[in-house]
């Protein structure tokens, strides 16, 4: 991780190294991320929880203000960053219709995130293209944070999942996660799965042929001696799974709408399907679903995609503090 503020670095008290290791970074990928950095984002994540539960806003970041820039729909990323910035106190300036703004006129993503840094102290950034943050990174000395770059990753996203996974499961090691739907064009499993490999859990992956999960993901995590395993069928591996992480068919991500026509609905979980899983298990979602998962299934404890859209909230507040320095 490469420091925006190295020379002010120096100058923080040697007290909380922790605190000095995010301060001012960007953050990118999950690869940059140690079990170490998790433990302490999920500490400060849990701390954020406590005190939106006890007095809802206060006014750690005052003062502070969060550029978030959506160069592609979003409700729950840009919402979450936006309410976790304003219940630490802080502001927004919220750009999610590039097409109002002077992208429309055809200014470059470095020119917009030049400008935008000097009206803010952090920027939130969603595009289109595999890598985009870290352009963005390059140019900027204000703290990147990677909100989805096309189908590559989304840390944030696979940072909240993972903090599900602990606090409903008590922590990650030991578990089988299987990753079913869109594993090709899904940036959340791209993400989850490279973070998941830090601990000793067993992969399944679940999806039409077509939509299987990148070959060089699969080298990657399989460098890490991770157990990983690749079915079409999910009623091959779904009675031994801890965590079912079910994806949306990314349909704006196809060449052809036949091509998507023929794999939207490849797999709906259903109750009567949830019989053949375990009682103590999960099932996350990063939303939105449209079709994968029944509405049928709400009501089943161990539907957890609703509790896994709050626990983002405690994670971006803990994020949003730990860049700015104030964890
Ligand atoms: C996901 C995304 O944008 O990658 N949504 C989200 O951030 N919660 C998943 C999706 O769009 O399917």
């Known amino acids: 991780?490469?420091?925006?503020?190295?020379?002010?670095?120096?100058?923080?008290?040697?007290?909380?190294?922790?605190?000095a290791r995010f301060y001012g970074r960007d953050i990118l990928s999950v690869k940059q991320f140690s079990k170490e950095d998790l433990n302490?984002?999920?500490?400060?994540?849990h701390e954020m929880r406590e005190m939106v539960a006890r007095i809802g806003t206060f006014d750690l970041l005052k003062g502070k203000?969060?550029?978030?820039?959506?160069?592609?729909?979003?409700?729950?990323?840009?919402?979450?960053?936006?309410?976790?910035?304003?219940r630490l106190g802080g502001?927004?300036?919220?750009?999610?219709?590039?097409?109002?703004?002077?992208?429309?006129?055809?200014?470059?993503?470095?020119?917009?995130?030049?400008?935008?840094?000097?009206?803010?102290?952090?920027?939130?950034?969603?595009?289109?293209?595999?890598?985009?943050?870290?352009?963005?990174?390059q140019y900027a000395?204000?703290?990147?944070?990677?909100?989805?770059?096309?189908?590559?990753?989304?840390p944030t996203q696979a940072l909240l999942d993972l903090y599900t996974i602990v606090e409903e499961l008590g922590n990650a090691e030991n578990l089988t996660v299987t990753m079913l739907g869109d594993?090709?064009?899904?940036?959340?499993?791209?993400?989850l799965s490279r973070l998941l490999s830090l601990f000793n859990v067993k992969l399944h992956y679940v999806s039409p042929e077509i939509l299987r999960m990148p070959p060089e993901i699969?080298?990657?995590?399989?460098?890490?001696?991770?157990?990983?395993?690749?079915?079409?069928?999910?009623?091959?591996?779904?009675?031994?799974t801890d965590v079912l992480y079910v994806t949306r068919v990314q349909k704006e991500r196809f060449d052809t709408p036949a091509d998507y026509d023929s794999v939207k609905d490849a797999y709906v979980i259903t109750p009567e399907v949830m019989r053949k899983a375990k009682h103590r298990m999960i099932v996350m979602h990063p939303l939105p679903r449209v079709g994968e998962i029944s509405m049928d299934f709400d009501s089943d404890p161990r539907?957890?995609?609703?509790?896994?859209?709050?626990?983002?909230?405690?994670?971006?507040?803990?994020?949003?503090a730990m860049v700015l320095g104030k964890a």
């Open 1 to 19: 991780m490469v420091s925006k503020n190295q020379d002010r670095n120096i100058h923080l008290p040697l007290g909380d190294q922790r605190t």
């Open 40 to 45: 302490y984002i999920f500490e400060v994540a």
């Open 65 to 86: 203000i969060l550029a978030n820039l959506f160069y592609e729909p979003s409700t729950r990323t840009s919402s979450s960053f936006t309410s976790a910035m304003e």
């Open 91 to 137: 502001s927004v300036i919220p750009i999610n219709e590039v097409r109002y703004s002077s992208v429309s006129k055809g200014e470059s993503l470095p020119d917009t995130i030049r400008t935008l840094e000097c009206y803010t102290d952090v920027i939130v950034l969603r595009h289109p293209e595999v890598g985009a943050s870290a352009l963005a990174a």
């Open 141 to 154: 000395r204000k703290p990147i944070l990677n909100a989805g770059d096309g189908i590559g990753e989304h």
């Open 183 to 191: 594993l090709k064009y899904g940036r959340t499993v791209h993400s």
């Open 218 to 240: 699969i080298e990657e995590i399989n460098d890490k001696d991770i157990l990983q395993s690749e079915h079409t069928d999910l009623s091959e591996v779904l009675p031994d």
């Open 303 to 320: 539907a957890a995609y609703f509790r896994q859209m709050e626990y983002g909230l405690y994670v971006r507040m803990a994020l949003l």
